[in-house]
């Protein structure tokens, strides 16, 4: 088992599955909007914002440009801490590091708070394949761990589950409450998953965060949360895992400011999170609370050999959603369609890197070039930019499918001048808009994937012109 | 190669292989790393005076915590016990074994010192520092403040001293290291946990406490 199965290369019939999936329509449509309008009244709020965003890319620089010397001396201060740091080069080291931990402190529960670097490594499936069982506590997480999904976003995971779908999996799974139980309001489904999960942070002997951060001047490792779920998990089992990407290493506590300056305000347009927690070994002697041991899993899984290359800008990435939330083709089909762990922009980068062009190399066509994802990315990482040159190289290795493949080098062309792309998206546009068709199922150059789509009949500018208008 | 080692020479490799690649790359890190402020503090992290503590008392209420203000450390005990009538609750209260807390005269009220337990209605910790930039209260795990008291209790109680409210982060960080503080967490807590993960409507209350409540002193 090698953790989730990619399905990314079938980008576009999950596309189209998502497009006529009621259900996952009617969650998306309750979303929409929701992010981008909070995301733009916390920004507004922040004169400076665009300047720290720029701070924050710099120092992202300089640390991926000396990650080896950060990497040594943040280790050296777990070291001092009390706590141990693990390489893992694979997700499958990761896999047989975490079970190894579980295995020496007899673990039979371990309970999961947030994390994307879990679910890159399939941790859940491993230990549930060796006995152990993984509980996920963040809501969301939860959610889906009761459904058998995976999530469709970074920071929602379960964004694309409706209300009734959540009723319908918790009366199944929790089959020892009293079945006529009033589930009608969302406080009541809030309050059971609460009091469900309360017992099984006593039960765990193992606890697994992700890392939002890692700090080379003190060696902590920071998680932010909204619901508290990440910090039960870490403070009540005996054991405490952190499991992160050795991209996060920030150099100092001031440096963690910069960037939890930008994280909240970009993801959920909070100021802050409720929760932002800074942690450094196993308890101290005299602490009541806390565990007793501290290990860090340090992944590497292809992110060593990004840099220094094109797409080693995606390594300043902090996780805030943005990109997603702001991307019309995440907003239509929503995350599953992107076959694995990380979808949207981010996801489209990130994915072929990490396992592969011939698994991912589909994603990077699931772009309008709209840019909306670069303007709004607090680490100004040049998303379309990254994704083009994904499609250069997978053209150039024939890889694409022979329908994209015919007029890809025109496509191509177009798509470096964005000047040329919308001209053609205008006139595109203004024909059908006189034919009186109500849809066209063409975005000009990109048939391929709009195959699948009925966009709605052009009304007042091409779809880009809109979105610039911030029409949504 | 351990795995430590070969991930680290992939890395050396690759930033020693750019063409901008400093040759001085050690003391570019260390001088990185010394610590203090270096970059943009935002306008809205370097209120002072009056003004930084309306800030902080406007971020507290965006945030959904309440507050009451007392004037000394003597009437902590009696404005808990109040608050806690006001709200409903048992007159019982589960605390660590901080010195401000050993002092007070609890009179009728239930206390009981340790870490958090499975059913805990009412915990109260105090706070080292808070941040007017955003609202933020600052609590460092310990026996004089277990971790668990700050997500176990279904309200949360925080006492803090206004002295020890601090403009942003910046200013913060620098006197958490004067005061030589090493605790194993250091919790920064904006407002009473929440989600929006069932339905995409934001809930208070999730797996942290219901409501948050802040005693500041003097
Ligand atoms: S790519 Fe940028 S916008 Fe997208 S998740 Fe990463 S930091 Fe956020």
């Known amino acids: ?472 | 190669m351990s795995a430590r080692d070969t991930i680290l020479a992939r890395v050396r490799d690759a930033a020693l292989a750019r063409p901008e690649a400093a040759t001085n790359r050690e003391a570019q890190v260390a001088e990185r790393m010394t610590v203090g402020p270096k970059g943009i503090i935002p306008h809205q992290g370097q209120a002072t005076g009056p003004q930084k503590l309306r800030q902080f008392l406007e971020k507290l209420e965006a945030n959904d915590t309440t507050v009451t203000r007392v004037s000394s450390e003597d009437e902590i005990a009696h404005a808990v016990a109040r608050e806690l009538r006001k709200r409903n609750l048992p007159a019982a209260i589960r605390m660590g074994e901080d010195p401000m807390f050993h002092a007070q005269d609890w009179g009728s009220l239930d206390v009981s010192r340790g870490p958090g337990r499975l059913e805990e209605p009412v915990t109260l910790s105090r706070a080292q520092f808070a941040i007017a930039e955003t609202g933020t209260l600052v609590l460092t795990s310990g026996p004089d403040n277990p971790v668990t008291l700050t997500f176990l209790g279904e309200t949360h109680f925080v006492v803090l001293r206004t002295e020890d409210l601090r403009s942003g982060f910046e200013d913060m960080w620098g006197d958490f290291r004067k005061r030589g503080l090493d605790p194993r967490t250091v919790n920064m807590v904006s407002g009473p946990s929440r989600s929006a993960d069932i339905g995409q409507v934001l809930q208070l209350g999730a797996h942290g406490p219901v409501a948050l409540h802040l005693f500041m002193v003097g």
């Open chain 1, 1 to 472: 088992m090698s953790g989730h199965v990619p399905t990314s290369s079938a980008f576009k019939s999950n596309s189209q599955e998502a497009l006529v999936n009621r259900n996952l329509q009617a969650a998306l449509r309750g979303s929409r909007g929701n992010f981008i309008a909070k995301r733009a009244a916390a920004r507004a709020n922040v004169p400076e914002f665009d300047d720290i965003r720029d701070q924050a890319r710099d120092m992202k620089n300089h640390v991926l440009a000396n990650l080896d010397l950060y990497l040594e001396a943040y280790e050296k201060k777990v070291t001092e801490a009390g706590g141990h740091v693990h390489w893992a080069e694979t997700a499958e080291d990761a896999r047989r590091i975490v079970l190894d931990i579980c295995r020496k402190s007899n673990a039979k529960t371990v309970n999961k708070g947030k994390t994307m670097i879990s679910e890159e490594c399939g941790i859940n499936d491993h230990l549930a394949e060796n006995g152990i069982k993984p509980v996920e506590t963040d809501l969301g997480e939860y959610i889906i761990q009761l459904r058998g999904e995976i999530p469709s976003h970074i920071i929602a995971p379960a964004v694309h589950v409706t209300v009734p779908e959540i009723e319908e999996a918790f009366r199944k799974h929790h089959a020892h409450l009293p079945p006529d139980r009033d589930l009608s309001e969302l406080a009541s489904l809030q309050a059971e998953a609460r009091s469900e999960l309360r017992a099984k942070y006593f039960e765990a002997e193992v606890g697994i965060t992700g890392a939002n951060m890692l700090i080379a001047e003190t060696g902590q490792s920071v998680i932010v949360t909204n619901e508290g779920n990440g910090d039960l998990s870490q403070s009540l089992p005996k054991v405490h895992i952190v499991m992160a990407s050795l991209e996060k290493i920030v150099p100092t506590l001031e440096d963690s400011a910069t960037l939890l300056r930008l994280l909240a305000r970009s993801a959920t347009g909070q100021e802050m999170s409720v929760y932002t927690t800074f942690s450094s070994g196993p308890k101290r002697s005299e602490d009541p609370d806390g565990p007793e041991e501290y290990h860090v899993v340090l992944l590497d899984n292809g992110r060593s050999n990004m840099i220094g290359t094109e797409f080693e800008e995606m390594l300043r990435c902090i996780r805030c959603g943005a990109c997603m939330n702001h991307c019309p083709v995440y907003q239509s089909v929503g995350g599953h369609a992107y076959g694995w762990v990380y979808p949207g922009p981010m996801g489209a980068v990130l994915t072929p890197s990490l396992i592969g062009v011939e698994e991912g190399g589909q994603l990077p066509n699931a772009s309008t070039f709209c840019g909306r994802c670069e303007a709004v990315c607090p680490m100004r990482i040049p998303l379309p930019k990254m994704m083009r040159s994904w499609r250069e190289r997978e053209f150039e290795k024939n890889l694409t499918p022979s329908a994209t493949r015919y007029g890809l080098g025109v496509w191509a062309w177009a798509a470096q001048r964005p000047w040329a792309y919308r001209l053609a998206a205008r006139i595109a546009n203004r024909s059908l808009g006189i034919t009186g068709k109500s849809k066209f199922s063409k975005l000009p150059l990109a048939g391929g994937w709009t195959k699948f789509r009925d966009f709605p009949a052009p009304q007042g500018g091409t779809f880009m012109d809109q979105w610039k208008a911030g029409k949504r």
